[in-house]
């Protein structure tokens, strides 16, 4: 066994040793190599376990160690799901380092340490609060060489904008950058937070009417894309008549899922609003459709 290995298992048994105090000075021995070396898997394994400690001092070295390490040591995709779940621990401090960690990994130069961070943050959006050091950190990943990383950093910023978590500025300067994108699912991912958010009125109208065009004459993906988002602003959101429009004209789709989307849709537009009779006919032929799930 060489030096490294032999400091390696040495740092990682105090991790996982008894006595807190050992923890602690393991986890600011690896904070400090983590500026001046790669960090070994087997460690940045313990590191993230010490994300779960009963001591939140514990919780926050670990963070920090991570932190140190995220952007030069290549942190594994439970690592990564880890310090997203640290982002709503109870201790600001373990919060502050988890951020840290995540934000460095967006900006790691592997594909798959973004592509795991990316995820990681989706995945939690919906529970925990996003510190600004992350979301700043998704937004620097929307122009991402890589087209999954952009894909994954649009469904992440959009679940966040989704959930009203952020001022309403920022949340509209994320929106307009995704809506921007050249990436067409990144505008979707987009269209999918915007659509159903608290957006201001005429960042909403604008998408609106891209979906209602999308669902007329999008390619197939693009036409489910744009029924799901649509689907999604019914529940807080008015239709104007063009999309109320295309959704009826959706319910003769080639594609099943289109058109169960449109009449998802539109059955849920109809429990608070009245609609046209134009659509109502049209909801009147799709009981004859041949798909048992469309016409129910």
């Known amino acids: 066994m060489d030096v490294r290995s032999k400091a390696s298992f040495a740092l990682d048994a105090a991790l996982r040793g008894t006595r807190k105090g050992a923890r602690l000075d393991a986890a600011a021995a690896v904070a400090a190599a983590a500026r001046r070396c790669d960090i070994p898997k087997t ?31 290549e942190l594994p995709q439970v690592v990564l799901d880890a310090l997203g779940g640290a982002l709503g621990d109870d201790d600001p401090s373990v919060r502050a380092g988890a951020a840290r960690a995540v ?3 967006l900006q790691d130069t592997r594909k798959d340490v973004r592509l795991h961070a ?10 925990h609060e996003i510190p600004k050091t992350v979301r700043d950190a998704l937004g620097g990943c929307l122009q991402d060489d890589e087209r999954a990383v952009r894909s994954k ?14 001022p309403d500025e920022e949340a509209d300067i994320l929106a307009h950058a995704m809506w921007q994108s050249s990436d067409e699912e990144v505008r979707f991912r987009a269209a999918l937070g915007i659509a159903g958010a608290r957006q201001n009125q005429t960042l909403r109208a604008e998408v609106l009417h891209a ?18 988002a649509i689907a999604k602003a019914v529940r807080r959101n008015d239709l104007p008549d063009h999309v109320l429009d295309a959704l009826a004209g959706a319910l003769k789709d080639d594609e099943r899922r289109v058109r169960f989307t449109a009449t998802w849709a539109l059955g849920d537009f109809g429990e608070r609003r009245q609609l046209p009779e134009r659509v109502l006919c049209a909801l009147g032929e799709a ?3 041949s798909d048992e799930e469309v016409r129910i």
């Open 153 to 166: 950093v649009g469904s992440a910023i959009a679940q966040v904008v989704r959930h009203g978590q952020l």
């Open 103 to 105: 934000a460095g990994a």
């Open 43 to 73: 460690v940045l394994l313990t590191l993230g376990e010490c994300l779960k400690d009963v001591h939140a001092d514990v919780r926050s070295a670990g963070a920090a160690a991570l932190s140190e390490a995220a952007g030069k040591s």
């Open 287 to 289: 009981l004859e459709d």
């Open 211 to 228: 979906l209602g065009e999308a669902l007329e004459r999008g390619s197939p993906e693009i036409r489910r894309h744009a029924a799901g």
């Open 118 to 127: 990316a995820a990681a943050v989706s995945a939690v959006a919906s529970r």
